[in-house]
């Protein structure tokens, strides 16, 4: 399996971006999808992440209410939509696939993903 995230850039603070993820090879519409984060010296942190078959988005508290994480199945592709942004927000922004989803609810632990993109650069300017 291969993840492609693309949609990274420089915007700055109040802006919008729309990141994608295209995946490539395995079966998409039965993986658990998530973002995730990793600013300069931390950890990579959870953002989002949507089920495969039935249960709610998860969102990590610093994005809930300006982001909203969506797929489609037949273009294989997951988006994570960003508003309101702020220079905390800057980060390389990476996109993985759960493969063992029991398609209900989503997991936020980072070690329950088993593939990953290449992320994608966001940096927010004050």
């Known amino acids: 399996v291969q993840l492609q995230a693309s949609g990274g850039g420089l915007v700055q603070a109040g802006g919008s971006l729309r990141l994608s993820c295209a995946a490539s090879?395995?079966?998409?519409?039965?993986?658990?999808m998530g973002w995730f984060r990793q600013a300069p010296g931390k950890e990579r942190e959870f953002v989002a992440a949507?089920?495969?078959?039935?249960?709610?988005?998860a969102y990590a508290d610093s994005v809930k209410g300006r982001s909203t994480i969506s797929r489609d199945n037949a273009k294989n592709t997951v988006d994570l939509e960003m508003n309101s942004l702020k220079p905390e927000d800057t980060a390389a922004y990476y996109c993985?696939?759960?493969?063992?989803?029991?398609?209900?609810?989503?997991?936020?632990?980072?070690?329950?993903?088993?593939?990953w993109g290449q992320g994608t650069q966001v940096t927010v300017s004050s």
């Open positions: 090879g395995g079966t998409f519409s039965r993986y658990g």
């Open positions: 993985a696939a759960d493969k063992d989803s029991s398609g209900v609810g989503v997991t936020k632990r980072l070690q329950e993903y088993d593939y």
């Open positions: 949507i089920p495969w078959r039935w249960g709610n988005t």
